[in-house]
C-alpha cells in the first residue's frame, strides 16, 4: 500500500500521525506544505481535503482521510500491530481520555489558524499570542501531570509500558509546547514520558526538527 502524507514539519498534528505510521512500520511520501503561505489553501490542496488542515493521509486508490485522531484509528483498524488502543474498553477511555485533553483541549484554542486571528482581529502582539498560547498548555497540563501520576494504570508511557495513542499527542504537544518556551520542570511525570517516548525511533524520526522541510 503506498501512502502520501500531506502535512507541515512543526504542525503537532502531523507530528502525532508521522509517529503512528512510524509504529506501524508504514512508509509514506513526505508532501510538504507552508501553512503561513497558504500553500493548504490552494484549488488543489482544497479538492484534497476542504477544510485545508493538515495532515491528510491519500491512499493509492485515491482516497483521502482528514482528522489526525480519525487517520490513526483508522490506521489501527487496518494495521493492528502494534496496537495503539488497549484491548479493554476500560483502557480504551482512559486512553482517549487522555488524548482528548491534548487534542480537543489545546489544540483547538492553539492552533496556527486561531493565533492569526488573535493578531489579526484583535491586534494581539507575538508575547500576547505566546501568553494565550502557554495560558491554555498549563490549564490542562496540571490536570493531565495529575491523571498520570496518580492512575494506577500508568507505567512507562501513559498506559502501562507500550505508546499509544494518548502517547503520540503528549510527545506532539510537548514538541510544539517548546516554540513558546514551555518548561516541563512542573510536570514531571509528563517530562519522564517524553524522554521515554523520545528514546524510540517511531518517535524521534517523527519529531519536527528531522523533517525534510524543517527549517
Known sequence: MTLKLHNFFRSSTSTRLRAA??????????????????????????????????????????????????????????????????ADPDGRARVRALAYMIACEIHPLNNLRVLGYLGREFGATDAQQAAWFRHWVETTFGPLEAALASGPETGRFCHGDTPGLADLCLYAQVWNNRRFDIALDPYPTIARIFAALDDIPAFRDAAPPRQPDAV
Not at 30 to 58: D, H, I, M, S, W
Not at 74 to 83: A, C
Open 21 to 86: 505510521l512510524n509504529l506501524k512500520g508504514l512508509g509514506y511520501d513526505y508532501v510538504p506544505y507552508v501553512l503561513r503561505k497558504g500553500e493548504t489553501r490552494t484549488p488543489g490542496y482544497l479538492a484534497l481535503n476542504p477544510q485545508g488542515l493538515v495532515p491528510a493521509l491519500e491512499r493509492e486508490d485515491g482516497r483521502v482521510f482528514t482528522q489526525s485522531l480519525a487517520i490513526i484509528e483508522w490506521l489501527d483498524e487496518t494495521h493492528p500491530e502494534p496496537p495503539l488502543l488497549p
